[in-house]
């Protein structure tokens, strides 16, 4: 089975900084690799996602994450962050090899941006 | 629009009884999903489903069920059994496939 490290439980940031949150994961085989955000006492709501093909993934909300396979990370960047961006970020790996869609979660970044 | 509902949002119940949380999804997914949220620990599978009438256990399955007999539907009950069941319980869905999973809005469960 996969594991997933979010080596940062907590990130503050002042607004307009740029930000990193960090994702490790435990095997580059054939991987999925997902960024979910969470907002107070809702559900996740999918970031970006690399599937294949070009290493820099961008998604909504002008985030970016960088496929790295010899180091096993996936980690999220934003050049500037707003108020609005203040929330939980979950990495997400799914092991291709496994039977059924097997999702793996990290243990969450909660980003605080300071105005 | 599309997507999952999970309901209720706030659920409140005494320690001994069952209750069930329910999720529909018209996203004419295959895959539903079951997940549990605890402050610091992620998200942990409790069950899932690829297809209707069948379902596997995930990782934390002891003292819950799960039924499917239709493919938008998904409810969870939390039994007398599960010692601590006081959480954020969220319903997932997904194509077939490594697909992402979309979520619901989360069922917070309060049992004292």
């Known amino acids: 089975a996969q594991s997933v490290t979010q080596l940062d439980s907590q990130v503050p940031v002042f607004e307009e900084a740029p930000v990193e949150l960090r994702c490790n994961y435990s095997s580059s085989v054939s991987v999925y690799l997902f960024w979910y955000v969470q907002y107070p006492n809702q559900g996740l709501q999918l970031l970006l996602k690399?599937?294949?093909?070009?290493?820099l993934v961008k998604g909504i909300n002008g985030f970016e994450a960088e496929f790295n396979k010899s180091q096993t990370s996936f980690h999220l960047r934003k050049p500037s962050v707003h108020i609005s961006d203040t929330a939980e970020y979950f990495c997400?790996?799914?092991?291709?090899?496994?039977?059924?869609?097997?999702?793996?979660f990290g243990t969450g970044t909660s980003l605080t941006v300071i105005p | 629009d599309g997507g999952i509902t999970q309901s209720p949002k706030y659920l409140f119940r005494k320690e001994g009884q069952n209750v069930t949380l329910s999720c529909e999804q018209n996203?004419?997914?295959?895959?539903m999903y079951w997940y549990r949220q605890d402050p610091g620990q992620g998200l942990r599978l409790i069950y899932y489903?690829?297809?209707?009438?069948?379902?596997q256990k995930g990782d934390i399955a002891e003292g819950y069920s799960v039924s499917r007999e239709k493919k938008e539907s998904f409810p969870l009950t939390v039994t007398s059994a599960q010692k601590n069941p006081t959480a954020f319980y969220l319903c997932a869905s997904s194509w077939a496939g490594n697909s992402p999973l979309h979520f619901g809005n989360g069922t917070r469960l309060t049992v004292t």
């Open positions: 996203l004419n997914h295959d895959a």
């Open positions: 690399y599937l294949s093909g070009s290493t």
């Open positions: 489903s690829q297809i209707v009438n069948d379902f």
């Open positions: 997400a790996v799914s092991d291709i090899r496994a039977a059924g869609n097997q999702f793996y």
